[in-house]
């Protein structure tokens, strides 16, 4: 049986987050308002109406290209792009072609544990389309709404090369750039409310070969789990009818979320003619190199760099660093903890851990980021200060924490109100360690034949007794010597 290779090339489209859409005055911010609430002339391609270049827009996609390794071309325009569809009124789509703002770019990967640098042919701007909401009636027949807030909303599409070679490789790029975007602050990344779009080209070719067989254009994803799944799903077609001597065609498909596959939605046989040509309606722009690299001097940490710093400063391995640093938002939340600790490095791993442990899992229960978290970087010190006092144990400050994450409430005044502080009094303990060891003297005897283990569960069962505020180091040693091993 042939072996194949995978080849996979994404086409991501982000809004941008300007206060205005891309050639008018109208809002941008249209997601929760009413539709067709946001348009004008402009927006609608009224006759006599005029667009007028959103600056900040150019801008953002300027910042996003040296971000991305491009060259930034000296001069760029707009074009017309014509086609006929339903939510694009003007019949054409204010876009780039031939001189886009960014060429010739590269992210690097961690693939295999070996870096790999994908290569990105361009970033452009172009305004975006209306939206189609498809309904049905309560007789059956099927109908279409057209809201037109969505036209004209800034919206820059970086596009990569054909360098993917599995669909963990696209998932893994598709975070990195959206992180990168959310870094330099020009987008929101979120795919689930369409400001993150993607499109995914697949292919196949023999082990070797340079030539691939026919493409698929996969469209309809909404998260980074569908893009998986999707790529995953033509992956397999593909072989599949490579090897029973089937036929691949050239074709557009669509991402069935509910049932896990893709269904072709129109032939790509033949490449669609959009006559561009250039915008009468506006300018060429010169992208000088004072502003280009005044731009440039106003680039935040990028994520790779931070995650760097992180390792270099703080100590931690790179599995930590890695992950505090896919978001800016975790990242910055991290930082402003250790901004208060006088020994950074053994505070550092010890925040790290509650985020990526305790933290992160309250968060993805809830389905919360961690900037809408109630617990503030001060509340979370707070309550690590408490448990290096000895005021809290570990198991309790985890109770806490739990609290602390419904109600927005400090650990102080959690631990006060439930009296929760840690019990370290010897003799309170003491009476409890007895108690223990005369209910489970099969346990002793197991521990005095050799059993560690039965070491461990008598120091459950203090905990349990103590509703876990025992001091976990004062309970082993009285365990120890009341088992004559002290």
């Known amino acids: 049986m042939a072996s194949y290779e995978t080849v996979i090339g994404l086409e991501i489209h982000a809004q941008l987050l300007t206060q205005s859409k891309m050639f008018c005055?109208?809002?941008?911010?249209?997601?929760?308002d009413l539709p067709n609430t946001h348009t004008c002339p402009v927006c609608m391609g009224m006759p006599g109406s005029l667009p007028v270049i959103n600056k900040k827009a150019i801008d953002f996609t300027i910042m996003t290209a040296l971000a991305l390794n491009c060259r930034v071309l000296e001069l760029v325009k707009f074009d017309r792009k014509n086609y006929p569809y339903p939510d694009l009124m003007k019949g054409y789509q204010i876009s780039q072609y031939?001189?886009?703002?960014?060429?010739?770019?590269w992210i690097e990967l961690d693939s295999n544990g070996k870096k790999k640098r994908v290569r990105i042919n361009r970033?452009?701007?172009?305004?975006?389309?209306?939206?189609?909401?498809?309904?049905?009636?309560?007789?059956?027949?099927?109908?279409?709404?057209?809201?037109v807030n969505r036209a004209g909303v800034p919206l820059m599409e970086v596009v990569g090369e054909p360098d993917l070679s599995s669909p963990e490789e696209a998932r893994q790029y598709l975070v990195k750039l959206r992180t990168i975007l959310q870094y330099l602050g020009v987008s929101t990344g979120n795919m689930e409310e369409g400001s993150f779009?993607?499109?995914?080209?697949?292919?196949?070719?023999?082990?070797?070969?340079?030539e691939t067989l026919a493409k698929s254009e996969v469209k309809n994803m909404n998260s980074f789990k569908a893009v998986y799944q999707a790529l995953e799903y033509e992956a397999a077609r593909h072989r599949?009818?490579?090897?029973?001597?089937?036929?691949?065609v050239q074709e557009t498909r669509g991402w069935i979320e509910?049932?896990?596959?893709?269904?072709?939605?129109?032939?790509?046989?033949?490449?669609?003619?959009?006559?561009?040509?250039p915008e009468p309606d506006l300018p060429p722009l010169r992208l000088s190199s004072e502003w280009v690299e005044g731009i440039r001097s106003t680039l935040p940490e990028l994520p790779d760099i931070k995650r760097e710093r992180f390792m270099a400063d703080y100590g931690l391995p790179l599995y930590d660093a890695s992950i505090l640093t896919n978001t800016k938002d975790m990242a910055d939340f991290f930082e402003v903890c250790l901004k208060s600790s006088s020994s950074t490095k053994k505070r550092a791993k010890i925040v790290s851990n509650w985020l990526l442990g305790d933290v992160s899992h309250l968060l993805h229960?809830?389905?919360?980021?961690?900037?809408?978290?109630?617990?503030?970087?001060?509340?979370?010190?707070?309550?690590?200060?408490?448990?290096?006092?000895?005021?809290?144990?570990?198991?309790?400050?985890?109770q806490v924490l739990d609290e602390m994450f419904v109600t927005g409430n400090g650990a102080g005044s959690i631990v006060k109100k439930k009296g929760l502080t840690q019990i370290n009094d010897t003799s309170e303990l003491g009476n409890v360690v007895k108690q223990v060891i005369d209910a489970n003297m099969s346990a002793v005897e197991d521990y005095k034949n050799g059993k560690q283990q039965s070491f461990t569960f008598l120091v459950g069962q203090?905990?349990?007794?103590?509703?876990?505020?025992?001091?976990?180091?004062?309970?082993?040693?009285?365990l120890e010597k009341g088992l004559g091993r002290g």
């Open 25 to 32: 005055g109208c809002s941008a911010e249209y997601a929760h």
């Open 98 to 105: 031939d001189a886009p703002v960014g060429r010739d770019g």
């Open 123 to 147: 970033v452009h701007l172009e305004e975006d389309v209306a939206k189609l909401l498809h309904h049905e009636s309560s007789w059956g027949e099927s109908y279409s709404l057209v809201d």
């Open 197 to 210: 779009r993607c499109d995914a080209n697949i292919s196949i070719r023999p082990q070797g070969a340079s």
């Open 240 to 248: 599949q009818v490579a090897t029973q001597g089937g036929r691949l």
């Open 258 to 277: 509910e049932k896990v596959i893709t269904v072709s939605m129109r032939s790509k046989e033949c490449a669609h003619d959009y006559r561009y040509f």
């Open 365 to 398: 229960d809830s389905n919360t980021g961690i900037s809408e978290s109630k617990v503030s970087p001060d509340r979370l010190v707070e309550l690590l200060d408490m448990i290096d006092q000895g005021v809290l144990s570990g198991s309790t400050a985890k």
């Open 462 to 478: 203090v905990m349990r007794a103590t509703k876990g505020r025992a001091n976990p180091k004062i309970v082993n040693e009285m």
